[in-house]
């Protein structure tokens, strides 16, 4: 009886009602509403979470707002004066509203300009596209070695300033003592001897088009071989068993692919080429006679040079204007792509 005993003993009382009924503050059981704190810990966690993008962002939104937005607006309120050295020299100010806008629009000359500049935007993104991307194709095509010695060569020729790069062309396409009439004499065109390249407007475009198009390409052919290897090898191998030609991987292949890098890449280069300036004023001025200015060095000439500071602001804002118009096409697409996103 004793061992029957110890081996079931019994509970106090108060121990009892201790495991019966839980004291007050004693921990919640399972099933319970969850603390009051947490519903709002996880608010304001989601709420930061939202947030963290947008202040990231907020310092580069500022210095884009203080260095290019502030002498945008001054700019456009430059446009509806009539701003000349008169009125610098008298610190006034000559409201002259639409006058400057209409006056550029009635112009033969600002449309000729604006023609001018549309042509030369299309043919130097052509061949910009064009050549980046065989290029690209070439450097997927290489072996380690080749490969890094000619994408050291573009990132050179990427690199290097627009004021030094002028003036390399400068120097090979001089009349006298160019290297390009040089070795076109020894090749047999010995006319090209003492050829000027800066005395008519399709030479001097010329030469402009193929420092445009230089300095260009490694953005394109760096870009389209690094979207080349994101592609596996298995999609080709599949494609040549198929009996699918290099241009039919191409186009049915490659280009649905990479199409977003295509259409990003293009809406890029119309944009730096569009408002190309450096290039065309430091070569030639715009010249001869103004056959080879387009839209960005027109505005310059009419504000800077003839001191018209309010027509050269019509000008620059027409010419914004102009590329936003002819971007509308890419803007559209864009936004599809986000949609199907």
Do not use: C
Not at 26 to 45: D, E, Q
Not at 173 to 178: K, L, M, P, S
Not at 266 to 291: D, H, R, S
């Amino acid at each position: 009886m004793a061992a029957q005993y110890r081996g079931t003993p019994t509970r106090a009382p108060d121990q009892q009602s201790a495991v019966a009924a839980p004291t007050a503050g004693a921990p919640v059981a399972v099933g319970t509403a969850p603390a009051p704190g947490r519903p709002r810990a996880s608010r304001g966690s989601a709420l930061a979470g939202r947030t963290t993008p947008y202040l990231l962002i907020l310092p580069a939104l500022v210095a884009t707002a203080v260095l290019l937005g502030y002498p945008l607006v001054r700019n456009v309120i430059i446009s509806f004066q009539t701003l000349n050295a008169f009125q610098l020299i008298q610190h006034t100010t000559q409201w002259t509203g639409f006058g400057n806008y209409k006056e550029q629009l009635t112009s033969a000359e600002f449309w000729h300009t604006t023609e001018r500049s549309i042509f030369f935007t299309l043919a130097n993104v052509a061949l910009i596209m064009v050549g980046g991307t065989l290029i690209g194709l070439l450097l997927n095509r290489l072996g380690k070695r080749m490969r890094l010695t000619l994408s050291i060569g573009l990132v050179l020729a990427w690199a290097m300033p627009y004021v030094a790069a002028t003036t390399v062309y400068q120097w090979l396409f001089d009349t006298r003592y160019g290297v390009v009439n040089w070795g076109l004499d020894k090749l047999g065109w010995h006319s090209m001897a003492g050829y000027n390249w800066l005395g008519s407007q399709f030479s001097t475009f010329a030469v402009i088009t193929l420092m445009i198009v230089w300095q260009s390409l490694p953005f394109v052919a760096l870009n389209f071989y690094a979207g080349l290897t994101t592609v596996s090898a298995e999609i080709f191998e599949a494609a040549r068993m198929d009996g699918a030609g290099a241009w039919r991987t191409f186009s049915s292949v490659l280009f649905p692919m990479l199409r977003p890098f295509f259409l990003s890449t293009t809406f890029l280069e119309i944009i730096w080429v569009f408002k190309a300036f450096t290039q065309v004023y430091a070569l030639n001025a715009g010249g001869p006679a103004g056959l080879t200015e387009t839209l960005p060095v027109y505005a310059f000439v009419e504000g800077v040079g003839n001191q018209h500071y309010g027509t050269g602001a019509a000008i620059s804002v027409l010419t914004i204007l102009i590329l936003l118009a002819l971007m509308s096409y890419y803007f559209r697409i864009i936004l599809k792509q986000e949609d199907e996103l």
